[in-house]
């Protein structure tokens, strides 16, 4: 990090034809965004937009555009982060930059997965899963494979990616890389491992971020990633709100939420905490634009209520949806046709129309247009927000001495 801030204000004047305080600029924003210092990477690139506008390198505007890719991701933009994935993987790709292609195929899988779009992300997944065979260059594996193993989970299970997760594990390098990088990582190879009833798994990635916590403590997402860990392999609920509030990444923050519901709905005294945390953890993903998570968490609050969690303050039309009558009306929304939304889902364009009748009915709509126009307000009434989260500074700051 300090290597790289010292670089980016090099003198430009002494590389004719290069600016690598600009390049140095663009990397180091990029490790800011590792560790989810996003207002200061955000801050960094916008410094250097004069220089892209210009006939410069179009290799240089696609590294920007793949690093504003991934700052929107770990912001919870990813829509944003789509549209920039997009256009730096095209910019990569005409110029033969083969080491921009997996940031920027990780940023596409990720958010797809999210979005509720496996077919998009179990794409992407395929491009990572290509480029690992052919032995391409690739700065950023250990992400790549969490990438793919989160598109390969969504379709086919955990059991499916067992052995990806291992084999992750047993490669120091890869698992470093990942784990420092991506926040909400650890946690979810924690899920993963409980999942497969595999104690060893999680026991060992709860390990190693511990220790690379205790390696990178001036970095707050670091902590709360190994906290969040920690928590989840305990299963102590309070550790795990806890961790909500530290985390850094939207996303990460969400999952904490709903991690731990999950651990205080097993008890009956506390399912009425569990609902509450639900709707947080829910009102989280609806900004982050997860859909999908969103949808799993609507789904859990039916089942909660229906077995004596305590009711919503009112019954909202999105709780009337089964998982699948929320992906169509998701997807609808966003003005795909029954074909696409059908070959998303792997049902049949019949199926869809099927289920959008029902869909019309239960959120007293009459028409695609009509959905589409109110959905958002519609999600809004099925999820309350949380607090308003840790402050934005992504370093952990010392504890100030008491005046003597």
Known sequence: MGLAAAVSKWDSCEFPGRDPSFEASIWYATLLTRVRGLRSAARLLAGEQSYVQGPH????????????????????????????????????????????????HVVMAVCSIRALDLTTGLLYANHLRDAALLGQE?????????????????????????????GVLRHDVLIRELLVSQPAAAPWLVRAGQRLGDDDLAGR??????????????????????????????????????????????????????????VRSERVAERGQAVDLLRRAAG???????SRDLARVQSRLRELDDHGGRPARSRTRISQLTDTEFAVAELVSEGLTNSRVGSQLYISPHTVA?????????????????????????????????????????????MARKAG
């Not at 240089?60 to 990813?78: D, N, R, T």
């Not at 001036?218 to 985390?247: P, Q």
């Open 57 to 104: 390198r179009p290799e240089v505007q696609a590294a920007l555009l793949i690093c504003e890719a991934e700052i929107s991701l770990a912001g919870g933009q990813l829509t944003r982060a789509v549209a920039a994935a997009d256009a730096g993987l095209r910019l990569a790709a005409q110029t033969g930059n083969r080491g921009l292609l997996p940031r920027g």
């Open 284 to 290: 989280a993903y609806l900004g982050s634009g997860a």
């Open 138 to 166: 690739n700065p950023i594996p250990g992400q790549c494979v969490w990438a793919a193993a989160q598109a390969l989970e969504a379709r086919d299970g955990a059991e499916s990616v067992a052995h990806l997760l291992k």
């Open 354 to 398: 099927f289920h959008l009748k029902k869909i019309f009915r239960k959120l007293d709509v009459t028409s695609r247009v009509e959905l589409a126009r109110s959905w958002n307000r519609i999600l809004v009434e099925g999820a309350t927000t949380g607090s308003a989260g840790p402050g934005k500074d992504f370093l952990v700051r010392p």
């Open 205 to 262: 990635v709860v390990g190693v971020m511990h220790r690379l916590a205790v390696m990178n403590r001036s970095f707050r997402s670091v902590r709360a990633s190994a906290e969040h860990a920690s928590g989840l392999y305990a299963r102590d609920a309070d550790a795990l709100e806890a961790v909500s509030e530290r985390h850094l990444d939207p996303w990460a923050r969400a999952s904490a939420l709903e991690d731990a519901s999950r």
